[in-house]
Structures are given as structure tokens and as C-alpha cells.
């Protein structure tokens, strides 16, 4: 079983809806929990950083954290063409330094 | 806003050939990292480096890998000897400790 397991997609949604991303991860140990959006051959930008169950909002991002189920959602509200990218999952445990990341879910959001 | 800068944006060398890969991390930052991603893959994590020193490193980080904080700005990550399968891009990442990690734009290594 893979650490983190991310739907790859791609998931093509048309422009002003919303969108929601999942992670699973099996690891307990993971205490922090990022959302990251790359563009092609482009660095991971930070969008979410959160380490405890409940949402955190900021602007038209949604991060939700389930800590009993192991799961971790991203949703975005008002979908844009710009929103279209590879959103990547990422997270760490206590006293780890090191970050695991999902495969990322590619989205596209259609004019 | 401060960011995480790395050169070159692209390196082409040839299988065998010694590459230095370098970052500037942000300024107030004391973690750096290393990741890279394979085309079509995730990213990676190599090694993390903290206090001039390794903290972490992954199986992918062997002998043929190195790091160093040659100054007070710049961190590099040096391969000996690339093989082809070296072929990817690799970002450099700075933090705090306790907050997020912030990468830079990545070098697209290319071994030919």
C-alpha cells in the first residue's frame, strides 16, 4: 500500500464550479498537511498548510483535514481556467523534516 | 515576497559528467531541501540539511549524491558521474521549522 494515494485524474470540470481533491494516506504518523498546485515544468506552489482535523479557508480554497480516516480534501470554489494545473497533496510527520507526496491530480477547467 | 531561487532553470550534460545544481534559499530559512521529479512522476524527497549539516536523506541519495552550504545564501546539490536515469527536475525547498516549505522553480536536468 502506497503512503499516499492520489486520484491522478486528469478531472476536466467546466469554469465557476466546484472542484474537490482527495488524498488517502495509511501512515498515522502524518501530523501536517499541504496542498501544493504545479504548473508544467514549474515548482510546487503552497496553496493549504494545515495540521489538525477541521477546514481551513483561505480566498476560494477550502482545506479539510479527517485525521480518523486518514483523509485530506481540497476544494475550490468558483473555478477558474487559471485554477487548470496539477494539485499535489503533500504531508509530514512529527519530528520528521521530510515531505511525502502524492502523484497529484491533474485539473482542467473549461471556459 | 522572499523566494526560493535555483540555477540553471536547465542543465544538459553528458552520462558521466559532474553537475552542480544550486539554490538560493529565503533568507531567514534554516531547513533546505532536495526533490526531484521524474517526468510523469511525483516528487521525491533526497535529503534535507540542516545546522551545515544532513538531517535526512532518502535511498535515492547515495554515494553519488552530495550536498553542501558553501555560504552564508547559496545550497547546492552535486552528482558525480550521471547516468541517464538522473533525467529529471529537481527543486530545491526552504523553511522554517514548524511551517511550510517553499520551493523554488526547479532544473530541469537533462543527461544525454
Known amino acids: 500500500q502506497k503512503e499516499v494515494e492520489q486520484d491522478p485524474g486528469p478531472l476536466s470540470v467546466p469554469e465557476g464550479a466546484i472542484v474537490s481533491l482527495n488524498c488517502t494516506y495509511s501512515?498515522?504518523?502524518?501530523?501536517?498537511f499541504m496542498w501544493y498546485r504545479q504548473y508544467s515544468r514549474k515548482g510546487p506552489e503552497l496553496l493549504m498548510y494545515?495540521?489538525?482535523?477541521g477546514n481551513k479557508e483561505d480566498g476560494r480554497f477550502t482545506a479539510q483535514v479527517d485525521k480518523s480516516s486518514k483523509y485530506i480534501s481540497l476544494f475550490i470554489r468558483d473555478s477558474q481556467p487559471s485554477d487548470s494545473a496539477t494539485y499535489l497533496c503533500?504531508?509530514?510527520?512529527?519530528?520528521?523534516?521530510?515531505?511525502?507526496f502524492g502523484s497529484g491530480t491533474r485539473l482542467q477547467v473549461q471556459p | 515576497e522572499p523566494e526560493v531561487t535555483q540555477t540553471p532553470s536547465h542543465q544538459v550534460t553528458q552520462m558521466g559528467q559532474e553537475v552542480i545544481l544550486r539554490c538560493v534559499p529565503i533568507?531567514?530559512?534554516?531547513?533546505f531541501y532536495w526533490y526531484r521529479q521524474i517526468l510523469g512522476q511525483k516528487v521525491e524527497f533526497l535529503v534535507s540539511?540542516?545546522?551545515?549539516?544532513?538531517?535526512?536523506k532518502s535511498e535515492i541519495f547515495d554515494d553519488q549524491f552530495s550536498v553542501e552550504r558553501p555560504d552564508g545564501s547559496n545550497f547546492t546539490l552535486k552528482i558525480r558521474s550521471t547516468k541517464l536515469e538522473d533525467s529529471a527536475m529537481y527543486f530545491c525547498?526552504?523553511?522554517?521549522?514548524?511551517?511550510?516549505?517553499?520551493f523554488g522553480q526547479g532544473t530541469r536536468l537533462t543527461v544525454v
Open positions: 503533500a504531508m509530514e510527520g512529527t519530528g520528521r523534516r521530510a515531505l511525502t
Open positions: 501512515n498515522s504518523a502524518f501530523q501536517y
Open positions: 494545515t495540521y489538525s482535523s
Open positions: 525547498a526552504s523553511r522554517q521549522l514548524g511551517t511550510e516549505a517553499f
Open positions: 540539511f540542516y545546522n551545515n549539516e544532513i538531517s535526512e
Open positions: 533568507s531567514n530559512h534554516l531547513y
